[in-house]
């Protein structure tokens, strides 16, 4: 009887089409969830970094308001000497720190309905009202 063996070639078979498209589906789905997990971070770390940036800016305008008597009509007072200004002792703030993580204008009003001034971060969407990380933060909670 003869035997039949197994030549070199057989067992060096290959990966066939199939297995080769499961594994890159695998990959991929692995990838998405990666990519989105890592995305959610980014947005809470944005978001986290907008709070703190708000207070910052807070601080600023009353820097501000310390130096003049009365905190500036708009944002722009604390880059640049406004004519209405006693003892200006500038500037207060950057250009890049009137904006929020993700490029949006903090809203800004004097005087203000909840103080002297009312400063308001208005989340990822830049806009009022929202959930979540779209949610508005002001300077008097």
Known sequence: ??????????????FTLLEMLAVIVLIGI???????????????GKYGAGKAQLTTLSQKIENY???N????????????KPANARNWQGPYAK?????????HEF???????????DLIFYGQDGKPGGDGYNADVGNWQ
Do not use: C
């Open 107 to 117: 809203g800004y009003k004097y005087p203000g309905d909840h103080g002297p001034f």
């Open 69 to 80: 008597g009365t905190p500036p009509q708009q944002l722009q007072d604390l880059m640049a």
């Open 95 to 103: 250009e890049s720190e009137l904006k929020d993580p993700w490029g």
């Open 30 to 44: 692995i990838g998405a969830v990666v990519v989105t997990q890592v995305g959610k971070n980014v947005d809470k």
């Open 1 to 14: 009887m003869r035997q039949r063996t197994l030549g070199r070639h057989a067992a060096a078979r290959g």
């Open 65 to 67: 308001a310390l130096d």
